[in-house]
């Protein structure tokens, strides 16, 4: 323990020491293929701002998100079969997950001034710590160096009253130097589709008997972001301040069970987020770079359902009951890279991490406060270059300690006492990138491979929202890799890739009797090809096409049956044509289609894979007119074409709650810019 503790306060040291749902989209021109694409994978912001997060990476290939729930639903997405709760996520290179360490909600950062968004499988380079699971995103944030005053103005509205209002002023001169960028989001939907009222009684005779066709009325969803970024270019240095605020309600309507008396008496989550950032950036021969980031973040989950019968509504105090956590971290990092000759480098980043959270329970009759984790950790991250005429090879590892500490942990509810304690541990990874060149010059081969081991998370090990602690939880393993393929042409570029990623204790929560609790299952492996195309056709016509086939499998030794983990389709396959412009005008329909897949409904770990169904196809058409500095589009959103997954049953023909989608809707926006 002694050990492990000093190795915490060495690297913090170190750290320290040295210098110091579908909405409309626009297509920008996809005839480029990012640098290092075998490493990461570039979205344009111009589609993330106007899309949304979730639904521009989405399309790339390798990636799948849920598509069940309406405008406001937590948005979650996998990158080759590891969940987003493994992932990394950034924003300008800065971590962004919340103090407990679960699943970040990329909703929340729909309204921030994007710049671009980049996408990490498998390898992530030291400069954002290099120890994830599976990948990271990082969001990058308008840079407005050398750029002029542009204001931006986004408007839409579709089905379901949704509506979103988005304003940018980048870049607004302070002086010679110094440059102001401001920008605000509002964004909501009263998500008032139709939906099949079963009245709770699924089965029997007359079952159907008092089914009725009503219209959601307690799904409204609001969001509001607003963010101010500071940038000074000075001759030693640039200095990037951030301050951002984001605010989100979701009102939750009861589960399909409950009696239709009592569905307008809802529930709803309330989050606060808000974030602090200053980055410098070193004018020297080490590129080096000093990041520095603060969260503070609140979410409270409010139950006010109106059912005596129904557990835990049955226990609500005078009604109504709340769950909350607060969430802080601190963040402070260096990075600095040594160039050693024409043939070497050497890239270090330092990172030390404080994170708390803080529960509170007053539903189930026992009021709960201050119980409290604390997390302190130091890192060091390192990527080791080798370049030649022919080859680029990067070999990279990272090594994290820490120290949890537990306080006032009394029994309750559903959590057993915990005595005040601290904990420590460290977690570890290994990299491999090489880059061959030995092809002609349009074509490039690379291969990667991934070691990384990760302690459970605070939420994970202490539980959240009425999830029973597990502190004897094992470190989860991930071992991914990849090969493949580059060809860049003039008017053809394609980029192939065969992956594996193979998993062990992985971290989920198992629900027994209404109680969760965090357990290591079983061993999995997802093996899978992708490609990626771009075809400039024509003139004036575009197709960018992206394809993941892959079997993700639960490598469980209790049954003999297929096994593949939630949410996850085999074959996923996305195309998009630009045709156009026409005197300003430009066809844009789009085609995605997902295989089926087993909803993960009751947290099982096993899920079993059905062969009779098929999968789905969702058809999209957009109509774009642009003329000058206006961009108007009109739209016709998740047209189902053919198939039979569950998935295709809509709000109207399916039960269950957790598997509705509002069916097909309509969006026009307008974005202008000067």
Known sequence: MKSVFLTILLLVFVCFAQEFNDTMFVVDNFDTISQNQNIVTEVSGEKANSRGILNAIA?????????????????????????????????????????????????????????????????????????????????????????????????LYGSFNEFRANTNLNNIPLGNKIKLSLSGN??????????????????????????????????????????????????????????????????????????????????????????????????????????????????????????????????????????????????????????????????????????????????????????????????????????????????????????????????????KKIPDDTIFDVDKSVRLSINNYLLTKPMQVFADAVFAERIPSLRQRYGYYGIIPNTNLLPEKVFSSQIGIIADFDKFKTNSAVFCNYSQDLIRVVYRNNVGQAVNIAKSVNFGFENYIFWKVFEKIELRNNFTFQEPRNLSEKSNKKLYLPNESRLKNNTEIKIGDFEGVSFLPSLSFQSAYFHDLYNSHRVPYDENKAGLAFFNFVLQYEIKTLLFQAGVYDISSAGNSPERLTAIENPYFVLRYPGMSFKGSVKWEL
Not at 142 to 150: L, R, T, V
């Open 186 to 415: 509002w964004h909501s939907a009263e998500n008032n589709y139709k939906y099949m009222d079963y009245n709770g009684t699924f089965y029997g005779k007359n079952a159907t008997a008092d089914d009725t066709i009503r219209r959601m009325d307690n799904n409204e969803f609001r969001s509001a972001a607003a963010t101010a970024s500071v940038k000074t270019f000075q001759k030693n240095f640039d200095l990037d301040g951030n301050f951002s605020f984001l605010y989100s309600k979701y009102e939750i309507p009861s589960p399909a069970g409950v009696r239709y008396e009592f569905r307008n008496q809802t529930a709803y989550d309330e989050s606060k987020d808000y974030i602090l950032m200053l980055n410098q950036k070193i004018h020297n021969r080490f590129e080096s770079k000093i990041n520095l980031s603060a969260i503070f973040s609140q979410d409270a989950f409010h139950w006010t359902y109106k059912d005596n019968f129904r557990f835990p509504y049955s226990l609500l105090k005078d009604e109504t009951g709340e769950i909350s956590s607060k969430n802080t971290a601190f963040d402070g990092g260096y990075f600095h890279k040594f160039e050693m000759g024409n043939y070497f480098a050497l890239s270090l980043y330092n990172l030390a991490r404080f994170e708390r959270i803080n529960y509170m329970n007053d539903v189930t009759g026992y009021d709960l406060s201050d119980r409290e984790v604390q997390r302190l950790s130091g890192s060091l991250s390192a990527d080791f270059s080798l370049f030649t005429d022919f080859t680029e090879v990067i070999l990279g590892g990272t090594i994290r300690a820490y120290a949890d500490r537990i306080n006032d942990w009394d029994e309750g509810f559903v959590y």
């Open 59 to 155: 399309f790339e290939s390798g990636i799948q998100k849920d598509r069940s729930g309406t405008v406001g639903n937590f948005e979650n997405f996998s990158i080759r079969g590891l969940a987003s709760s493994r992932l990394g996520i950034f924003v300008d290179g800065n971590s962004v997950a919340n103090a407990g360490g679960g699943a970040v909600d990329l909703s929340r950062f729909d309204g921030l001034n994007i710049s671009k968004i980049k996408i990490y499988k498998g390898f992530v380079p030291a400069e954002l710590g290099g120890n994830v699971l599976g990948g990271a995103v990082n969001i990058i944030t308008q840079n407005p160096e050398n750029a002029e005053f542009s204001p931006s103005v986004f408007l």
